[in-house]
């Protein structure tokens, strides 16, 4: 009971996050997720669940289970951390971009028309004026 | 015996040593081409003695690790399985000639990544059971990942964010249905899931789950928008690459899970039928409306993935060999009509243009579906086994559907004959134009030939119908009496 409702907890806030807007955050709900398909693998192996797979003490339980989950975890894991680098380098390429275009930009705002620099503004080079950091579309 | 276990492991051992390789000599390009086609070879090779194999006797199956399939790694080959190792070794040879031509390889990954890529596609077509299918998924898509921001620009990263966090969320779903499955019957092993009732056993909320993995990997349609949108940032070769292996991994396993494990569950399988008809409408739609030319190519695929499992949501005999036919001829001239638009461009001299035009254009033709070619016969046989199956609304869309895709593909014709770029990423330098234009040309004259003599793929198709409508049997031959 307790483990069918951690399950749902963690999946229920992990979809929440993965619903927000940030990368990051995302990236966390993945997470969560992730935990909650990993508590599930444990559960799903019921008969004999309370029992180590240790096979002289008593009936040995299914080590498939557990096998499972820790091949699980390692991929899971892995893929937070790929995740993560790609959050870590498309900031950074944001912030180079940011860089690089700015000057011209304000040249263009100062000597051309200043009417007519407003549409193409310093937000529209992302592609629709995110906000945070770590944000993407 | 010993000889069945090799050339099952073949598929997976001999990219993931080259790709080990590769790795190693970073830089040296020379040698990671080498590697790359020796164990490209291997993968064609061993592909081509399991089909030869499996034809006649319905499964090829081995476990290593163990001498029984409860605890071992099991490893069983029915002829599509072994059909496809094949086809993925012709067509990543294909593509990586062609990136060799343009010099798209020229980062010291990209020929790791892609055998690691093919490695885990193999793997997958090759799988026993579900977990280990899982296993495969995850080697096939992180390869992917880490080979579409490998040139990353922005515009890479953006949609490797959509790409990534979609295909995870897929990952973990296909976990979920995993537990659940192994919850209700005590197994993951595929023949003893063709053993036993799924219905019965309460496993259709498992087995619904995996499906809907399944069909998010193949993308089809309320999951489709990562492809459509992943596929068009990556550059020329590698998108090509994409076209053939990604969708071909999910769908090949919709056809073997779905019909050895979880048979005798009519409701989902009625439930693909109607997303896949409405998939191959929508896209083709949407493709007509898109203006980007790699959006377009990218619905393109999407279209041809409902038409792939449109043949599995029939379920009849007669429909499973078509979608097998289907898949097989399709995942070489998706491949090769997208490496024949991406190598296009006025930087070739007139020769190669005009045989890169003309590759295009019989490959394009394939792709709707017009007599002489590949793809006339595998739609033929959809629209037969859908009429048959009295499923008139599937036999008219696929009708409409191939007309729309003719239709969309008219702007990427007008653009190739207008000798502008290809539209990739990538830049001409160091361009070999025979490498370039060779394996497109190659392909189409493959496809000229598969539609005038079919026999040979029929028969395959056949027979992994048989195998796969089967389920008893299968397990019978797999499990032993």
Not at chain 2, 30 to 55: D, E, F, I, P, Y
Not at chain 2, 60 to 87: K, N, Y
Not at chain 2, 282 to 302: C, E, F, K, Q, W
Request: charged fraction near 10%; proline fraction near 5%; hydrophobic fraction near 55%.
């Amino acid at each position: 009971m307790s483990d069918a409702i951690a399950t749902g907890m963690l999946a229920a806030a992990g979809i929440y996050l993965l619903m927000q807007r940030g990368f990051v955050r995302a990236v966390i709900g993945f997470l969560l997720l992730q935990h909650a398909v990993n508590l599930l693998l444990i559960t799903a192996r019921a008969p004999q669940r309370d029992e180590a797979p240790i096979v002289p003490l008593n009936t040995p339980s299914d080590p498939l289970g557990q096998a499972f989950v820790l091949t699980a975890i390692v991929i899971g894991l892995g893929s937070v951390l790929f995740l993560l680098a790609v959050a870590l380098r498309y900031s950074r390429l944001r912030n180079a971009a940011v860089v690089e275009q700015h000057p011209p930009d304000s040249a263009a705002r100062s000597s051309r028309d200043p009417g007519a620099t407003g549409a193409d503004g310093r937000d529209d080079r992302a592609d629709g004026g995110t906000q945070g950091g770590d944000e993407l579309p | 015996m010993m000889k069945t276990q090799l050339l099952l492991i073949a598929p997976l051992i001999a990219p993931l040593t080259a790709a080990g390789i590769a790795a190693l000599g970073r830089g040296r390009r020379g040698l990671q081409r080498v590697a790359s086609t020796v164990a490209l070879v291997v993968v064609t090779g061993a592909g081509t003695l399991l089909t030869l194999r499996a034809v006649p006797s319905g499964v090829v199956h081995t476990v290593i690790g163990s001498e029984t399939a409860l605890t071992g790694i099991a490893l069983t080959a029915d002829p599509f399985g072994a059909a496809l190792v094949a086809a993925i070794g012709l067509l990543t040879t294909v593509a990586v000639t062609t990136t060799a031509g343009t010099g798209d390889d020229h980062h010291p990954l990209q020929h790791p990544l892609l055998l690691v890529l093919v490695g885990g596609a193999c793997g997958s077509f090759v799988a026993g059971d579900l977990f280990n299918l899982f296993v495969m998924f995850e080697v096939v898509l992180i390869a992917s990942y880490v080979l579409l921001v490998l040139h990353g620009g922005l515009r890479q990263f953006r949609a490797a964010a959509v790409y990534v966090i979609v295909n995870l969320v897929g990952t973990v779903l296909l976990l979920a249905g995993i537990a659940a499955v192994f919850a209700a019957t005590g197994t993951v092993n595929l023949a003893l899931l063709a053993e036993r009732p799924t219905v019965a056993a309460g496993a259709m909320p498992g087995a619904a789950l995996v499906l809907i993995a399944f069909t998010l990997k193949a993308g089809l349609l309320p999951f489709s928008g990562w492809l459509v949108v992943g596929y068009p940032a990556t550059r020329r070769t590698t998108m090509a690459l994409f076209a053939g292996t990604m969708t071909t991994v999910g769908m090949a396993a919709l056809y073997r899970v779905a019909l050895l494990a979880f048979g005798d569950a009519e409701v989902l399988r009625t439930a693909v039928l109607v997303v896949a008809v409405a998939t191959a409408l929508l896209t083709s739609l949407a493709a007509l409306a898109a203006a980007d030319h790699g959006r377009v190519l990218a619905l393109l695929i999407t279209t041809q993935v409902g038409f792939m499992a449109l043949g599995f949501g029939l379920g009849t005999v007669a429909g499973i060999a078509a979608g097998v036919f289907f898949v097989l001829q399709d995942v070489l001239v998706k491949t090769a009509v997208v490496l024949a638009y991406r190598s296009c461009g006025e930087h070739h001299p007139p020769v190669i243009r005009g045989i890169v035009t003309a590759s295009f254009a019989v490959l394009a033709l394939s792709l709707v579906g017009f007599p002489p070619l590949a793809g006339f016969v595998g739609k033929a046989l959809l629209v037969e086994a859908a009429l048959e199956a009295g499923a008139v609304v599937a036999a008219a869309v696929a009708l409409a559907a191939s007309a729309m895709t003719l239709a969309a593909l008219l702007p990427l014709w007008w653009h190739i004959t207008g000798n502008r770029d290809g539209g990739g990423e990538g830049t001409a330098r160091r361009l070999r134009p025979g490498a370039c234009a060779a394996p497109a040309a190659v392909v189409a004259v493959a496809a000229v030939a598969v539609g005038i003599v079919p026999g040979w793929l029929l028969a395959i198709a056949g027979a992994a119908a048989e195998v796969l409508a089967d389920p008893a049997g299968y397990a019978q031959e797999v499990l032993g009496p």
